[in-house]
C-alpha cells in the first residue's frame, strides 16, 4: 500500500510568483484536502476535492487553486505569492464514503519560501 | 466556528516520567476527535479517532480520552523516541475539515 507522495518537497519563489504542488494519492483513496501549517501553527484546513470537485474551502482567497484529477491525484496552484504564503503545503487523502469520520492519510509535505 | 486548543505548548519530560496532555475543544457537532504525531519536517501521522464521550484508545504508550469538551493524551513511561509535536483535531457535522490545533511540543530526554 502506497502513502501519500508529494513534490516537490522543497521550492523557494519570489513575490508574485506562481507555485504549483502536486500530490499523488494513498491507493483506494478518493478524496484529497489540502492544508497549510505555518512554522509553530497547526494545519489550517485549504480546501477539498472529492470526485474533481471542490467539496469544502478554508478561509484563503482565490488566488489559492486546487484540481483533482480522474486518479485522484491533486495539485494546489498559488498565484502571485506573497511573504505570508511561506509554509509547509501538506496535501491529505481519505476515503469519502465511510459512515465515520474520515480518517487523513498525510503526505511529508512541500516546504515553500517566498522570498 | 469550531475552536481546538491544546496545552501546554511544550513539555519536556524525563525517560519514564507520565503525563498527559490536554486538548479542549468547541463545535457545534462533533464527529470525531483525532489525535497525530508530527516529526520535525514531516507530516502528521494518525495516532486515534474518539467519536463519543467516554470512549478511550490505547496504543503502546499512549492512551487517548474523550469528554464532552476535552481530550487527554496520556503518555505512560515516555522514552526518547516520543519526542514529536501532537496535534489535536476535530471533525464536525458540516464541515468537510479538520480544524486543528497549535499542539504540544513534547521532549523526552534520556
Known amino acids: 500500500e502506497t502513502g501519500v507522495t508529494q513534490s516537490p518537497t522543497h521550492l523557494i519563489k519570489t513575490r508574485g510568483q506562481q507555485v504549483t504542488l502536486r500530490c499523488s494519492s494513498q491507493?483506494?483513496?478518493?478524496?484529497v484536502s489540502w492544508y497549510q501549517q505555518a512554522l509553530g501553527q497547526g494545519p489550517q484546513f485549504i480546501f477539498q476535492?472529492?470526485?474533481?470537485?471542490?467539496?469544502g474551502r478554508g478561509n484563503f482567497p482565490p488566488r489559492f487553486s486546487g484540481l483533482q484529477f480522474p486518479n485522484y491525484s491533486s495539485e494546489l496552484n498559488v498565484n502571485a505569492l506573497e511573504l505570508d504564503d511561506s509554509a509547509l503545503y501538506l496535501c491529505?487523502?481519505?476515503?469519502?464514503?465511510?459512515?465515520?469520520?474520515?480518517?487523513?492519510?498525510f503526505g511529508a509535505g512541500s516546504r515553500l519560501t517566498v522570498l | 466556528e469550531d475552536q481546538v486548543t491544546q496545552s501546554p505548548e511544550a513539555l519536556r519530560l524525563q525517560e519514564g516520567e507520565s503525563s498527559s496532555l490536554n486538548c479542549s475543544y468547541t463545535?457545534?457537532?462533533?464527529?470525531?476527535l483525532f489525535w497525530y504525531r508530527q516529526d520535525p519536517g514531516k507530516g502528521p501521522e494518525f495516532l486515534f479517532t474518539?467519536?463519543?464521550a467516554g470512549e478511550e484508545k490505547e496504543k503502546e504508550r499512549l492512551k487517548a480520552t474523550l469528554t464532552k469538551k476535552e481530550s487527554l493524551l496520556h503518555i505512560t513511561a515516555p522514552k526518547p523516541e516520543d519526542s514529536a509535536t501532537y496535534l489535536c483535531?476535530?471533525?464536525?457535522?458540516?464541515?468537510?475539515?479538520?480544524?486543528f490545533g497549535t499542539g504540544t511540543r513534547l521532549t523526552i530526554i534520556p
Open positions: 483535531a476535530v471533525y464536525d457535522f458540516g464541515n468537510e475539515k479538520l480544524t
Open positions: 474518539l467519536y463519543s
Open positions: 476535492y472529492y470526485r474533481e470537485e471542490e467539496n
Open positions: 463545535v457545534s457537532g462533533l464527529r470525531g
Open positions: 491507493s483506494g483513496h478518493n478524496t
Open positions: 491529505a487523502s481519505s476515503l469519502t464514503g465511510f459512515s465515520g469520520a474520515n480518517v487523513l492519510t
